[in-house]
């Protein structure tokens, strides 16, 4: 599973520190941008992209044999009077080479006070975290911070301890924690409608619980913000059937995957992937699988 202690333990897996916080991409101009900012960086152990593939295939499906780094893209849509993030990045408490977000504003010229929204797509830590500055208090005082109920619904049940592994009990901790503080700043929203005018959350569960995307029209045609949905280059789109190890419900997020791919390929539109490497491409169906096709 992916966890703080699966990193610190994992000898051959050196974190990686060395991100620095950048603006990754954008779209659009004018009153309507999309900028795709960094929140780092940090490497994985192969293992990860897949549960019971072995090596010598996963290593081929991957291109590459040792680990392998997962970048952290965050999305902000500047759209007339509203910033909007979509997720928060790690903050200070996750993982070395994470938490990049803050700088990567700085770089962008987007001050922390000018965000009027942040809509999460789950609450995983590197999604999640960035939430608080380093005094406990909403880093972005003026946002509304919206989430599907399914997910803060999971996260926050006592219950939580019991349908997870001990070692993913501090990702549990650090929601509640961080949901306790924004308090009644955090508003509960239903999968499958607009949460924002334009700007739909799609239920994409499968890696938590209540996953979502967020699908707009942005930078002249289709965008969605996928999240953690499509985490892989070449695995989560040529081996969509393959069941990456930090999905919680494993064969939910096989159904998914293959759902949402289908439509992204029929749509033609952009993708923002949050692990993707350059965050924005499209996806193409090739034979009864699908390619990444990153953006030029």
Known sequence: ????????TAGACALASSALAQVVATLGSGEETLTVLSDGSFELPLSMLARDIAPAEL???????????????????????DVVLFDCGSGANFL?????LAESLKTAGIEPDAVTHVL?????????????????????????WLVAAPEIGFWTDPKVYERLPEDRHAF??????IAKELGDKLERLEPGREWLPGIAAVATPGHTPGHVSFALKAAGGPVMVLGDALTHPLISFAR???????????????????????RLAQEKGQIIGYHLPGAVGRVEQQGTAYRFVAAT
């Open 172 to 177: 549990a901790a650090g929601a509640q924690r």
């Open 240 to 262: 969509p059937d393959w069941r990456p190890a930090s999905d919680y419900d494993a064969d939910l997020a096989v159904a998914t995957r293959r759902k949402l791919l289908d």
């Open 59 to 81: 290593a081929a499906q991957a291109k590459q044999s040792g680990p392998t780094r997962s970048v952290l893209n965050v999305t902000c849509l500047k759209r007339g009077k």
């Open 96 to 100: 070395a080479g994470s938490g990049k």
């Open 1 to 8: 599973m992916l966890t703080r202690r699966l990193f610190v």
């Open 120 to 144: 999460f797509t789950h609450l995983h830590p590197d999604h999640f975290w960035g939430a608080l500055d380093e005094f406990d208090s909403p880093l972005f005082p003026n946002a509304r």
